[in-house]
């Protein structure tokens, strides 16, 4: 079997699956920003809690650490903070990207199997091309009603980010000076 037989058979299967890859997407794309609108609305930056993992990118630095290692455990504090508030917007950012491409695929393969089906029912006439491109449409739509909210709720989650970063910024100072301040065992 040459391989041009073999891509005609998988083209043949049509678009159901992919419609299926893209409700599968869709229902992760909306796990996503379920998680991502309770993580937003539970979690709260406070300075002990950068103060905290200062003290502990810290603690390999030694008894006294250098005013270079302090600020490199503040950069590290607020980058970990980042990285919790922008976990799995990539997925969302790269399925917006890609779900009408899937989608478009699938309308590719619809529009494949419409002519197939033509060829093998010439009777048919355009009744035949017109009921399989319709189908082969549907694709293109549903990759585009995955990607929309996908895109929507991306940006948001985005200027969220940006938000919550600022306050990271400002109490990330506050943390320094509890990184500074000397422990209750230390002042006995």
């Known amino acids: 079997m040459d391989i041009t037989a073999r891509f005609l058979s998988f083209t043949l ?10 409700v599968g997407l869709s229902v992760l794309s909306f796990a996503v920003m379920i998680e991502r609108v309770w993580y937003f609305a539970t979690h709260r930056v406070d300075a002990k809690t950068l103060a ?17 290692a302090v600020n490199a ?9 980042r990285q919790r508030f922008e976990r799995r917007l990539a997925f969302l ?5 890609n779900a009408p491409f ?3 695929f699938g309308t590719v393969l619809g529009i494949i199997k419409a002519f197939h089906d033509l060829a093998g029912n010439q009777a048919g006439g355009v009744q035949v091309v017109m009921a399989g491109i319709s189908e082969a449409l549907v694709s293109t739509a549903v990759g585009l009603m995955v990607a929309i909210p ?10 969220r ?3 919550q970063m600022g306050q990271v910024e400002w109490k990330a100072h506050l943390a320094l000076e509890l990184i500074k ?8």
């Open 73 to 81: 455990a503040l950069a590290g504090a607020k980058s970990r903070e």
């Open 161 to 163: 980010v940006r938000s």
């Open 102 to 104: 899937i989608g478009l």
């Open 13 to 22: 299967l049509g678009a159901t699956w992919v419609l299926w890859l893209l």
């Open 93 to 97: 950012g790269t399925l917006g990207s």
């Open 150 to 159: 996908a895109v929507v709720a991306f940006n948001y989650f985005n200027r």
């Open 52 to 68: 905290s993992d200062m003290r502990e990118l810290l603690s390999l630095e030694g008894e006294a650490p250098s005013a270079d």
């Open 181 to 188: 301040a000397p422990r209750p065992a230390e002042v006995e």
